[in-house]
């Protein structure tokens, strides 16, 4: 018999990554930054809210470290189909949507319940759409093979 060969098709955000190359931090947490930096200040302009500088120095460390989180626990999510052998390859996709839709869930629940839970409701509920959305870890769905 031979082994089942492991192969990461749709799997490219960080967890693996970063395992073999550390110096991936580098890039992952600036862009990361700079991209829940652009989202909430656009976010701030396009809902017309007041003292937008206050509002981002309060917040932006909490969402991102909260994105942050939720993109490594769905990361993780995707991880599994090293060790779980009911994937053949190519299906991959089978735990990237999942994982991509998990993490959008909790950015949405941390940013609700944490990130914005003194704003007024219908400001939290906007902005944790918005980022819900907007921040999701979409390069799951990048192929690993774009990148060789």
Known sequence: MNKKEFKL??????????????????????????IDSAVLLLSLWILKLENKK????????????FGMLSDIIGALIMFMELFVEMFDDGDALLLTVPALILAAAL?????????FRKCEKSVRLKLSLIFAIFTAPYTYLIPTSWMY
């Open 107 to 115: 950015i949405f629940v941390f940013d609700y319940f944490v990130s």
């Open 54 to 65: 206050q509002f981002y120095k309060k917040h932006i460390f909490k969402i991102f470290v």
């Open 9 to 34: 098709y749709n799997v490219i955000f960080p967890f693996w990554m970063l395992m073999l190359f550390p110096w991936m931090w580098l890039v992952i947490f600036p862009a990361n930054f700079l």
